[in-house]
Nanobody, 127 residues
């Protein structure tokens, strides 16, 4: 049974933008830190960003800094990943994941910190 659902992926040209959304069924996202990960074909899964349950702490991979912004609207129980200035190397399946706890620190890329994962949304950036 799917616990998290991502949406907003698609095909864009280099330099374009997309906003991914993450929502949950059966539990409240607002109680959890949320991470975004991605996996390109033939590559390992990569942590992209995380946000604490309150939204006051965020972390980004070096590849995302300055281009991606993670945010959340706890009233809507939704987490977003705004991706600007997209590059072909951003092409991947993007997943959101719910942390066991509320906090987002520099260890956010550790998969075992997350209890629920979405099924992913494809982002393709053409050159």
């Amino acid at each position: 049974q799917t616990q998290l659902v991502e949406s907003g992926g698609g095909l864009v040209h280099t330099g374009g933008s997309l906003r991914l959304s993450c929502s949950a069924s059966l539990f409240t996202l607002a109680d959890r830190a949320i991470g975004w990960f991605r996996q390109a074909p033939g590559k390992a899964r990569e942590g992209v960003s995380c946000i604490s349950s309150s939204g006051d702490t965020t972390n980004y991979a070096d590849s995302a800094k300055g281009r991606f912004t993670i945010s959340r609207d706890n009233a809507k129980d939704t987490v977003y990943l705004q991706m600007n200035s997209l590059k072909p190397e951003d092409t991947a399946v993007y997943y959101c994941a719910a942390n066991w706890g509320r906090f987002c620190d520099t260890t956010y890329t550790t998969a075992s910190k997350y209890s629920y994962w979405g099924v992913g949304t494809q982002v393709t950036v053409s050159s």
